[in-house]
């Protein structure tokens, strides 16, 4: 027991200077062949049941990637004091923890605690660099079920199923192998000719809006990202499977794992259910496909993670309106990675923006990535929206927007804020930031600050407010004095 403490005090000790250090982004990729691998035996041994802890008993935990004290303090039912307290080695302003690093929380029990069997790490849920050299068509094409051939309109055009995977991944920014696992392992997708007959092929009925493979993704890649950024965050920490059942999941577990069984309680109960988050399920397809996601695991979210430097993006010395507090990156719900700002204007609606209210790039950077309303401007330059930080900018005009592969230095033009791309009420410009291909919280330990000011989220997403220095600014789409932000003069 003793020479178990001094290794674990030793690893402490080594890991800490992580702290210190700082990081940078890897982009190290790997690369999978577009074939079946044999399957690994998956584990029979039995997890044993957690007991039933004394309030605020001391419980071992290993660091890992993407973890911060907001969110452990979430999942472990403690407070953010209680972690700093029993972990002082542990900086009051850290970000992100540095995997591995060991840590003793403060556990309140609750009953129900979901299975512990994890799925997949972070770096294969996400569309980062692990998925760099991933070729979905080629993939696609090596086998012989109804997804290859399938053809749908998708995003303003007519794509192929490969094409639709890769689209939707890119958007919502998940992992196109997760995406292919699910649609085989519920549609049979990749090995079945036969396409199931049913306009809902991953089991969303809702006639409305989610008729088609296409749309069916779309929920699903929102739902995977809902559950993984709610557990990241720490805000979600219990929910009702179909059948009612609560769900709450491991404290342990990590946000993939909490992802997929978040997606899955939307559409299976019961045994289903059960089968589908365990060792012959979703993870049993995935590594047939792909090979085992734990034997490629990644640290994509290093420890001490910061934010660069960013102006506003809006020239200097003008002034815009903060309409929208943090909100969701890209479809609904978590995460809240996006705030908006809009021009100002005497009209209401959708208008054409004076000529010197342009949208600014916030850093230098590549334009790697545009489409209708949509510019991505890669910050490490190297081509790749799935390395390194990526800003998203929404509603910009396609007249007279940033070319594709163009090189803008800070505070340049990117283009006009306007209502194209997704649904917009009104002119304005939506921002949102991720790295290694996560969506980083608006307000949370990475905070989007722009010129020191920090977005806070409100009650409701849009809500929420921008400070600096006591200046207390509040989002709103009516502009006023009291929701105006001005950048700073050069």
């Not at 809902?200 to 995977?224: D, R």
């Not at 019961?270 to 996601?293: C, H, N, Q, R, W």
Request: aromatic share 12%.
């Amino acid at each position: 027991m003793l020479k178990l403490k001094k290794i674990m005090r030793i690893a402490y000790y080594a890991i800490f200077s992580l702290f210190l250090i700082g990081c940078t982004a890897t982009n190290t990729t790997f690369q999978f062949a577009a074939t079946a691998v044999p399957t690994p035996e998956a584990t029979s041994t039995p997890y044993i049941a957690r007991p039933i802890y004394r309030p605020g008993e001391l419980v071992e935990y290993i660091a890992q990637t993407g973890d911060t004290i907001p969110g452990l303090a979430g999942r472990f039912s403690s407070s953010e004091e209680e972690i700093f307290a029993t972990n002082p080695i542990i900086p009051a302003d850290v970000s992100t923890l540095p995997p591995g690093l060991p840590m003793q929380i403060p556990i309140y029990y609750l009953p129900l605690w979901g299975s512990q069997f994890q799925i997949m790490p972070d770096s294969a849920f996400v569309n980062g660099p692990a998925a760099v050299e991933f070729d979905a068509s080629g993939f696609v094409d090596a086998y012989p079920g109804w997804l290859n051939g399938y053809k749908a309109y998708a995003g303003g055009e007519n794509r192929s199923g490969a094409e639709i995977v890769d689209y939707v991944a890119t958007n919502f920014s998940v992992s196109p192998r997760l995406l292919l696992a699910l649609l085989e392992y519920q549609a049979g997708a990749l090995t079945e000719q036969e396409e199931p007959d049913t306009p809902y092929t991953l089991g969303y009925i809702e006639p409305k809006s989610h008729k088609g493979m296409y749309l069916q993704l779309i929920w699903a890649a929102n739902t995977l990202n809902n559950g993984y950024y709610g557990w990241r965050d720490g805000s979600l920490t219990e929910f009702d499977r179909e059948d009612g059942h609560l769900e709450r999941p491991d404290p342990w577990q990590n946000a993939a794992t909490v992802g997929i069984q978040y997606y899955f309680s939307r559409n299976h109960a019961g045994v289903t259910y059960e089968k589908a988050i365990g060792a012959d399920g979703l993870y049993e397809t995935y590594t047939k496909l792909f090979g085992d996601p734990h034997a490629n695991e990644r640290i994509h979210i290093p420890g001490s993670l910061k934010q660069p430097e960013f102006i506003l993006p809006f020239p200097r010395g003008r002034t815009w309106t903060y309409t929208g507090g943090p909100h969701t990156g890209w479809g609904e719900g978590a995460p809240f990675a996006a705030i908006d700002f809009a021009p100002p204007t005497e009209f209401s609606g959708c208008f054409v923006a004076d000529p010197q209210q342009f949208t600014t790039a916030i850093a230098s950077g590549m334009v790697t990535r545009v489409d209708r309303g949509l510019v991505i401007l890669d910050l490490d330059m190297d081509g790749d929206e799935r390395t390194g930080w990526a800003i998203i900018y929404l509603h910009i005009a396609t007249p007279d927007r940033a070319k594709l592969g163009s090189i803008v230095n800070v505070g340049d033009s990117l283009g006009y804020p306007s209502c194209e791309g997704g649904k917009t009420t009104g002119t304005h410009i939506h921002i949102a930031r991720k790295y290694n291909g996560e969506w980083i919280a608006a307000d949370g330990p990475i905070p989007f600050h722009m010129e020191d000011w920090v977005p806070q989220n409100g009650v409701e997403a849009y809500e929420g407010t921008l400070s600096r220095n006591g200046i207390i600014v509040t989002a709103s789409s009516v502009s006023g004095a009291n929701s105006q932000v001005t950048s700073a003069a050069e």
